[in-house]
């Protein structure tokens, strides 16, 4: 199995663009989530999934969107590229069955806004 | 609400002492409690965690965490440190009727030789 797996793993953006952060897990979790990770703060949850066709928000959701229209993907869009995104962002995934499942990790995607 | 704390931006321990991570968390509900370490440029690894029953959890790589409730603490320990074992660790909580998980600001681990 790849686990979950991030791509790409480096970008560099301009102020204003947009792009989409994938992410995929091949261990038919139905729980999928988006962090950031910036220092002194640790990770923060912007959305998360708990199964195909639904998605909800975490902590810091605003200049984010997601969707999840199969169970083995989670992309992540920036809608309009911002230097507050500048950040490494952190793609997880679990059994939601039951709360206590611990989460499997990606291995980031660290974005640059300038 | 919800969250966790992690007391210590930064831990330093010599090699072969014993080493504490401490972490605190907010009361509301059961929480199940994880340790999760990171290395540098690498996602978060799982290390152990607790759901239930006895206080004392076993993980990897010679962990173990410790759940105190009426401290509403879950320190992580180690009775002999390594020098690999420098890295950043989280701590995380999630309840049973919650979706989310709330992760602390992380401590930073440095074993000297």
């Known amino acids: 199995n790849a686990g979950v797996t991030q791509t790409p793993k480096f970008q560099v953006l301009k102020t204003g663009q947009s792009m989409t952060l994938q992410c995929a897990q091949d261990m038919n979790h139905e729980y999928m989530s988006w962090y950031r990770q910036d220092p002194g703060m640790g990770l923060r949850l912007i959305h998360y999934?708990?199964?195909?066709?639904?998605?909800d928000q975490g902590e810091v959701p605003n200049g984010y969107n997601v969707s999840r229209s199969t169970t083995e993907d989670f992309p992540l869009r920036l809608l309009s590229a911002a230097p507050s995104q500048t950040s490494v962002y952190f793609c997880a995934s679990s059994f939601a069955r039951a709360a206590y499942n611990e989460q499997f990790f990606g291995p980031g995607t660290r974005l640059t806004v300038l | 609400a919800q969250s966790v704390a992690q007391p210590e931006d930064q831990v330093k321990v010599a090699e072969g002492n014993p080493l504490t991570v401490k972490c605190t968390y907010s009361?509301?509900?059961?929480?199940?409690l994880f340790w999760y370490v990171q290395y540098p440029n690498r996602g978060l690894q799982f290390l152990l965690k607790?759901?239930?029953?006895?206080?004392l959890v076993k993980g990897s790589y010679g962990f173990e965490a410790e759940f105190n409730k009426s401290q509403t603490s879950f320190h992580l320990k180690k009775p002999s440190a390594l020098v690999s074992d420098s890295a950043l660790y989280f701590c995380a909580v999630r309840y049973y009727n919650f979706n989310k998980f709330y992760f602390g600001s992380g401590t930073k681990l440095n074993v000297k030789p």
């Open positions: 999934s708990v199964g195909a066709g639904i998605t």
């Open positions: 607790y759901i239930t029953g006895d206080n």
């Open positions: 009361v509301s509900g059961n929480p199940y």
